[in-house]
């Protein structure tokens, strides 16, 4: 006989966020495509023409990268994977002033880690089951 102590009840909150997720996931491939876009063809150009704020620019909109893929993954893994990864960039930026032999590691190792996980987030989510829409295939796009 089990007792009432030992019965779960639901989550209703753990709920209603899993729903808002599978809501804004799909306008969220669309959304990342396109910031993924902006940095490639506006802010790095900018930046490389030595626009002061092409850089901050280019820097908020991964950010927003890593906020969306962040709301899109149910992985605790690969939210791990991105803070390790801004850890890192984090690291080099405070040792910057101070470099040493692997200084230059942590950037790109980073970067590497966010990368990965960014693929992994948009992967899970355009190929999870479900109709096929055009949210979908544009996030598709963002992968390659």
Do not use: K
Not at 5 to 20: E, I, N, R
Not at 48 to 70: F, K, Q, S, T
Not at 89 to 100: D, G, K, T
């Amino acid at each position: 006989m089990q007792s009432s102590a030992s019965a779960v009840a639901p989550d209703p909150a753990g709920t209603h966020l899993h729903a808002w997720r599978e809501r804004v996931r799909d306008p969220s491939l669309t959304a990342l495509l396109i910031i993924q876009l902006c940095v490639i063809f506006v802010a790095a150009p900018l930046a490389a023409l030595g626009l002061p704020w092409a850089r901050p620019v280019g820097e908020g909109l991964v950010l927003a990268l890593v906020l969306i893929v962040v709301t899109l993954s149910n992985s605790r893994g690969a939210i791990v994977a991105i803070v390790i990864g801004l850890g890192a960039i984090l690291a080099h930026l405070v040792l910057v002033e101070r470099p040493a032999a692997f200084t230059n590691v942590f950037p790109r190792g980073g970067s590497i880690l966010m990368f990965v996980a960014l693929t992994w987030v948009v992967a899970r989510a355009v190929y999870a089951p479900g109709r096929i829409n055009l949210h979908r295939i544009q996030g598709r796009s963002s992968c390659t």
